[in-house]
């Protein structure tokens, strides 16, 4: 664990739930903690030296995807008299659940399996070139296969593979003499579709991808028990729990920048709550 990297995780969930606030301003700069937790989470399982089973990862990611579903699901219901909104198809159900948010689960679930058993294959000289190159490439092209309507969330799936690739190439780079050619050319590619004023990719994704600086530098955490290493620990309970939080608040009438403040707030100390209180062998399938 690195100070610098859980800084930006914290501040990377803050911006998801201002993305999710509606709040126009900083939007694009919010959108960039989600890309940020892509890279990270495909870095560390590329580099990781420990082997996960699909068990161990379906404990943490599909698990908790159910138990959320359903809740949302039964809070849409309840509410609007259906558990998945009308227009989902089979495909939607399945993968975005009732809550649309909640599609990142089962995307990392499906990325770092994949990262787990093409290990050997992803380290590979002319693999790495490639993943470099096919990063570079989908962002560039990024307006056209925006253009394209794809049902949910294979729109959100296809956005966010960039972030994966330049993951797991960062995990890899190390294999090539060309990496800093490849790395300028994602570095680039990202610039031009600042320039184009592409949306939802030039600005996310250079903000996504500035603070994986730290992923090689930056001071490591000694004490387990840190202040910082709690709050960064309780982020992924705070992705799935904000948007409940903002039902409430919204209920109350609440708006502005106070909303997404407040939502973060209130989720990151129920997080905390549940984590300290709950013990860890039935929380890890919850948050």
Known sequence: MRVEIEIF???????????????????DI??????????????FATISTRSHSIIERAERLLIPFLLWSLFYGSI???????????NYTFVSKVL??????????????????????????????????????????????????????FIPPL????HAFPAILIGIFLGVMHQIRIKWILIIGIIASIVIMI?????????PYLTGFIPCYFLFKGNRINNKKSLLLNISSATYGVYLLHVFIFLILIKFD???????????????????????????KFIKYVM
């Open 155 to 158: 729109g959100q799936y296809i």
């Open 195 to 203: 320039y184009k004023k592409e949306p939802g990719v030039g600005i």
């Open 76 to 86: 849409h219901f309840i509410t609007k008299g259906y558990f998945f909104p009308e």
């Open 30 to 43: 919010a959108y960039g903690g989600l890309i940020y937790f892509l890279i990270i989470s495909a870095y």
């Open 96 to 149: 975005a659940s009732p809550s649309i948010h909640l599609w990142f689960l089962p995307f990392v679930f499906f990325s770092l399996i994949a990262i787990d058993n093409l290990r050997q294959i992803i380290s590979k000289k002319w693999v790495v070139t490639a993943i470099g190159l096919t990063a570079i490439s989908l962002i560039l092209f990024s307006p056209k296969w925006r253009e394209i309507s």
């Open 9 to 27: 995780r914290i501040l990377s969930a803050f911006g998801i739930v201002w993305f999710h606030s509606g709040i126009d301003i900083g939007r």
């Open 254 to 280: 609440i708006s502005g920048i106070l909303l997404p403040v407040l939502v973060f707030i209130l989720s990151l100390l129920s997080v905390v709550t549940l984590k300290k209180y709950i013990p860890n």
